[in-house]
């Protein structure tokens, strides 16, 4: 290993984009990943000739453009406008939840009335947080905002994330905007777009260089250890760079606890039908267990098939010695006190530069993963420190 010039512990958005940027400034770039293929949670494969994200659906969306310039190098992409809903009350409605939503549960006269004080409130405003609309000081806003949160919000975050809306970081509940219109699109982002033969086939593009060379199914820490007086490879201390995106507990073997995660375990279905439901993604707030179903002949449209494929997502506390995954870092105040610790502790290692979502221990957009891999790849090459900001 110390023939190389970096190495990347991960085959995701941050490790691909760093180990790219890297192997064209010329640098020998070794990259270690743990499954059995490159694109992290992005990996994508046909099955029975339809296209499936195997970890949950994605479709990329910035409004930078730095980002978007580096990712629209790689093969062919085309416009995708990702729709959304979400069933309440046995009926679909728009997420994020619009003026349609008031038209599907209040009386035209009650809808009416609602619009026009919202417009009388928030004055050319085209959205706001539910958060926001709770502490509105109009008495019939807050309770259209009380009415989604008892119906949406409090049941799916419950679920997806194990505790309370009251215990979790405030930035949850402010992602997913009310509109005050009859847009339907999920995201407002100046870029929308999927890659045109899908994500797997993106990130092979991304590693095809004569400088990267890939270990499939190699576990990283079983090959470098981070001691007390610097990071070791197969028992020798090296200073090579090392950008690692895995979750930065099990990096330091745990010596300050176990980071909180969240996993999900997927339900799929082959339906000898063309639709099953009216948008790619429909969350199910108020249904036991499951949180949301993607239908993936809809992301992207796959058409010409007499049959349709559909993932019905199960969230559920992390547990390593189950095989499951850990998708999404848990954001409360007694997490954000044992990552900073973990964060200390690595501060320590000039060599060692963290990256992505469970080593930043921060959810992350593809365009935000990207995004710190190019400020991270950026300090590398100025010879800087990656991990102190």
């Not at 093969?75 to 995708?80: D, N």
């Not at 009386?107 to 928030?122: D, F, H, M, N």
């Not at 820490?221 to 070791?232: A, E, H, M, N, T």
């Not at 921060?362 to 935000?368: G, I, K, S, V």
Request: charged fraction near 25%.
């Amino acid at each position: 290993m110390e023939h190389y010039d970096i190495i990347v512990v991960g085959t995701g958005f941050c490790g691909a984009t760093v180990a790219n940027l890297m192997a064209r400034s010329g640098k020998r770039v070794l990259m270690l990943e743990r499954r059995m293929h490159v694109a992290g949670n992005m990996y994508d494969e046909a099955v029975e000739g339809i296209l499936v994200q195997r970890y949950g659906p994605h479709t990329f969306h910035t409004n930078n453009d730095k980002v978007f310039q580096f990712v629209s190098q790689f093969g062919e992409w085309e416009p995708y406008y990702l729709r959304c809903q979400a069933v309440m009350n046995g009926k679909a409605t728009p997420s994020p939840f619009n003026f349609k939503t008031i038209d599907d549960f209040y009386s035209p006269e009650e809808a009416t009335r609602l619009k026009e004080r919202i417009a009388q409130v928030y004055p050319g405003e085209s959205q706001k947080t539910i958060l926001e609309l709770l502490e509105s000081p109009d008495e019939l806003i807050r309770g259209y905002a009380q009415f989604l949160f008892k119906n949406d919000y409090e049941p799916y975050t419950c679920k997806q994330w194990g505790i309370s809306p009251a215990e979790l970081d405030i930035s949850v509940l402010r992602r997913v905007p009310v509109l005050f219109s009859y847009q339907e699109r999920y995201f407002s982002d100046k870029y929308q777009m999927m890659p045109k033969h899908g994500f797997t086939k993106l990130f092979r593009l991304m590693l095809d260089h004569e400088n990267i060379t890939i270990k499939l199914g190699t576990d990283a820490l079983k090959f470098f250890s981070v001691r007390p007086d610097g990071i070791y490879l197969s028992g020798e201390r090296t200073t090579v760079p090392i950008v690692y995106t895995g979750a930065i507990d099990e990096l330091f073997q745990f010596c300050y606890g176990e980071l909180p995660y969240r996993s999900l375990r997927f339900e799929y279905k082959t339906l000898p039908i063309r639709d099953y439901q009216d948008a790619p993604i429909v969350a199910y707030p108020q249904e036991k267990g499951y949180t949301r179903i993607t239908e993936y002949t809809k992301l992207p449209v796959q058409e010409g098939l007499a049959r349709t494929f559909i993932a019905v997502e199960y969230p559920l506390q992390y547990d390593p010695k189950q095989g499951h995954e850990p998708y999404y870092p848990v954001p409360c105040d007694s997490s954000h006190k044992t990552y900073q610790q973990y964060l200390e502790r690595a501060k320590r290692y000039a060599n060692l530069h963290l990256c992505g979502r469970l080593a930043d221990y921060r959810y992350y957009n593809m365009d935000q993963a990207i995004a710190r891999a190019l400020f991270v790849t950026e300090q590398l090459l100025d010879g800087g420190r990656s991990n102190h900001d």
